[in-house]
């Protein structure tokens, strides 16, 4: 079993990390970091509240946190997990794995280390249907692909990202739901890696997402989601809040039957939504 370092410069879109102790004998690789085009659909202005964004720039560049984990491709076909070994809260890090005996890098990493498959040649990119943002924090998670030899990754994106910021989310929520009702945003999606840029697309069908989050500290109860999906047109969304016992929070749905268009390497800003929860009673 042999120890490898990976040194990632600012190639993210969203990451995480791990300490791990590193051997004496370590290889070290660099990476070049590919930005976000942002895309905003009349996003209100609200000159009372400061927005903060946890790992995402104004300028559409990304951090790596402490949680972040990439999987290397191994010549046994497997993904190795490799955790972040230094350069939390910068857009450069290192990365530290242990390749199976006999196995070395197989000139593929793709980022967040996850349910991702490589089967003779071809590669399939899996989409989550639940994340956890850890803490106080938002967590992007957004795959993106780095081909080529180990020392220069660069990790490109293959699908794009749904930006939405909600104020006064109610203090019992711990979860959101966003349902896809015409599109399949969740699961596997094949990814053409000799493209020439290779990108996921989604598919006919419907689907959830579920973000676990902690209650938000920030003015106004103010949290910001972001959903990671493939490129292609979506058409309709809805939204909703549920408690720890998964129970929908009522006056909580926001439902939108507005199509957009989702390319790679994209950051969609979408409205930014006021909860605003009316208790009433009948006499």
Known sequence: MRKISLLVVAALAFAACQRVNVPSSVTRLEATQESLRQVELAEAVDGSFVETKSNISDAGAFIWHDWDRIGVLSTAGSFVPFDLDGGAGTSSASFLGTFPEGASAADLAIYPH????????????????????????????????????????????????????YKNVPTTATSVKFTFPNQRVTGDFPVDITATEPSAAVESGSSTVTIHFTSPTEPKNTRHFYIPVPTGQIEGVKIEYFDATDTYIKGTRYESDATFSISRRTLLRMPGLVLTVINAGIE
């Open 114 to 165: 996850g349910a991702h498959k490589w089967s003779s040649g071809a590669l399939t990119v899996n989409y989550p249907a639940e994340y956890t943002y850890p803490a106080d924090t938002t967590d992007t998670a957004a795959p993106m692909l780095s081909l080529g030899t180990m020392d220069n990754l660069t990790f490109k994106h293959v699908g794009g990202i749904i930006r939405i910021r």
